[in-house]
């Protein structure tokens, strides 16, 4: 039986148990979430990644979700040997969602950055709405913004995150 959750836009997650439970190692182990800064936006973006060199990996992350940017870097630093690297990268709310949701019951490493982050989401959500995120957020919302994005820092160097 398919073990997924479907949101708004093409936000389909359809893994069976077994194969969420997999790629949430994977995503423990070789991923990343954050939220970035950018120029263009006052509100952080929120991410999630995962790089690696086994395009096997690749191919099948490619085939189980559809709607994910996959991108082929090669190594800058010249020496023989280094392998080409592939960045697995989602950075859709709605997408960043619908795939924690899945991977939260197995997730070991990343599982409290991912309460976090998911707790943010349905702050925004409940705020805003169907409203763009970017659009006059509330000032107590940008401040459980930034607060997310410290006590995210703070996480990922293992020390305690101050809980609000």
């Known amino acids: 039986m398919p073990y997924h959750k479907n949101l708004k836009m093409d936000t389909t997650v359809n893994l069976t148990k077994e194969e969420a439970a997999y790629l949430a190692g994977v995503f423990d182990g070789e991923g990343s979430i954050g939220l970035y800064y ?13 790089t690696n060199t086994d395009f096997n990996l690749r191919d099948w992350l490619k085939s189980k979700i559809l709607w994910v940017s996959i991108h082929n870097r090669k ?26 949701e899945v991977l939260v019951p197995f997730l070991i490493v990343k599982l409290s950055q ?37 006590n995210l820092k703070l996480l990922k160097r293992s020390q305690t995150a101050i809980v609000h």
């Open 75 to 100: 190594p800058n630093n010249g020496r023989l040997g280094t392998k080409d690297l592939w960045h697995w990268k989602v950075s859709n709310r709605g997408q960043v969602k619908a795939i924690l």
């Open 114 to 150: 991912t309460k976090l982050i998911l707790s943010l989401l349905d702050d925004e959500k409940e705020e805003l709405g169907n409203r763009d995120y970017n659009k006059n957020p509330s000032p107590e919302l940008r401040k459980r913004q930034r607060d997310t994005e410290v």
């Open 38 to 50: 950018c120029k263009s936006h006052s509100v952080p973006k929120v991410q999630i990644t995962i």
